[in-house]
């Protein structure tokens, strides 16, 4: 099997999977293959917001303390490899493609002896956790791809850290029809002998998370994003105080990731307590280091270029915040992109009074796409003059025509263009 079949493969995979949401199937290929999650040491993340920050941020400390980091995360934003990495780098194609011939051979048995086979997330989240164990990781940051009790990742028995980023509305209908039922779904993944590490939640959510860790007897620490006292905001650099922790340097830009990274020092500081040996300055020099495509990254400098990956309420409004905060006083032109299935009336009508202009594109290969057309009729609706646009490139070029030189660019909204349209910078600038 070479890297194209095994991409194929994989993506396929949900042909043979059932439409019940259990992890039956995936338990029962990772007993055949040894059970390698069970070998890890794993830092098990969810969230709504933010749990990709965190783990950059936690990933980042932990690789500069001298540990072998493993990194599972979900979505990818520019190429599919990007899933799994260790310290940093992808996984190389040729292991990628041995290691699914396991799995697709694996799944071969299981669908002659009548059980179930693996969906495509659950598929690779089993390729995942062979090559960590291969691999000979210290420790894994895991994230959830969505919710938290019937996630793939849920398959763990024994994380060391359990963190929650931000709990907000997301998925509705799905994990639950209300915030208490999302934080639930979410808890789901806290186990017996694990530390609880969370951000401080609406009321609602943090209630979930508490009676879960209660439950289990499992210890709760709580980051507060307001003790995060700003030094100086930047697009490029800021630096914060939080508590003991003084003049912290961090690169991702953004109002909201001061919490995050208040939450990944919290999740540092447990896992001190454990015994895992990280010196202060492997914890100023890793906050420093974390990077995080997609929230808040500037992509050209003249004009000022950002995209952003905010596509539900909570994204919008701290993201309006940050554009209120560190771009005051600059004409934004907006580029736009959301799956049908998200929050796209809210978002816009967040991020409206924002912009002088917004042009809209339909996520490219991607069946819950929603219609430029659709978008640019309910950015109208607020009151946000808006142009369809045929293709991403077109958006770009009509965005950088609209723009003076002091003028500001932002692409936000759905994750899954803003990867070609960074591609599509790239290529351009060369």
């Given amino acids: 099997m070479n890297y194209r079949e095994a991409r194929e493969f994989l993506e396929g995979c949900n042909r043979y999977a059932g439409e019940e949401l259990s992890l039956g199937p995936l338990s029962e290929m990772l007993r055949r293959l040894g059970d390698p999650q069970d070998r890890l040491s794993l830092v098990h993340i ?34 599919y490899r990007e899933r799994i990495q260790v310290n940093g780098t992808y996984i190389p194609e040729e292991d990628l493609a041995r290691l699914t011939e396991r799995i697709r051979e694996t799944g071969k048995e299981m669908l002659k002896e009548g059980y179930g086979h693996p969906t495509a997330f659950e598929a690779e989240t089993a390729l995942a956790f ?15 791809g969505r919710g938290g009790l019937t996630d793939a990742t849920n398959v763990v028995k024994h994380p060391r850290l359990t963190v929650f980023a931000s709990i907000s509305l997301d998925h509705l209908g799905v994990l639950g029809d209300s915030l208490g039922e999302i934080a639930a779904n979410k808890a789901g993944i806290i186990k017996s002998g694990c530390t609880v ?39 490029r650099s800021q630096r914060f105080d939080y508590k003991t922790w003084k003049d912290m340097e961090i690169s991702l830009a953004g109002e909201y990731q001061f919490g995050n990274a208040a939450l990944a020092l919290e999740s540092v500081e447990a896992l001190r307590g454990m015994g895992y040996e990280i010196s202060d300055e492997a914890v100023y ?46 004409r934004i032109i907006g580029i736009m992109g959301m799956l049908s299935d998200k929050e796209y009336e809210r978002v816009t009508e967040t991020m409206a009074p924002c912009l002088d202009r917004v042009f809209t594109v339909t996520p490219p290969e991607n069946p819950r796409a929603l219609s430029a057309g659709i978008l640019a009729e309910t950015a109208e609706k607020h009151g946000l003059p808006a142009q369809t646009c045929a293709d991403i490139p077109e958006a770009v070029e009509k965005a950088l025509d609209a723009s003076k030189e002091d003028d500001v660019i932002l692409a936000f909204g759905s994750l899954s263009y803003l990867g070609e349209l960074a591609g599509y910078i790239q290529k351009r600038r060369q």
């Avoid at 920050?53 to 936690?58: D, H, P, Q």
């Avoid at 164990?133 to 940051?141: I, M, P, R, S």
Wanted: glycine residues 8%.
């Fill in 46 to 79: 969810a969230g709504t917001n933010g749990k990709g920050s965190t783990l950059a941020f936690i990933s980042s400390v932990l690789q500069e303390a001298g540990y072998r980091v493993g990194r599972y995360i979900s979505p990818t934003i520019f190429e």
């Fill in 130 to 144: 062979l090559y960590f164990a291969e691999q000979g990781c210290d420790l894994v940051t895991l994230e959830c």
């Fill in 197 to 235: 590490v969370t951000y401080r939640q609406e009321p609602e959510a943090e209630r979930e998370i508490r009676k879960k860790a209660e439950a289990l007897s499992c210890p709760v620490v709580q980051a507060d994003p307001e003790r995060a006292v700003n030094r100086r905001r930047g697009i």
């Fill in 285 to 330: 020099r890793g906050m420093k280091k974390a990077y995080w495509p997609a929230r808040f990254t500037v992509l050209n400098d003249c004009p000022l270029f950002i995209i952003d990956g905010a596509h539900n309420r909570d994204a919008a409004e701290k993201l309006r915040r940050t554009v209120e905060t560190t771009l005051k006083g600059r």
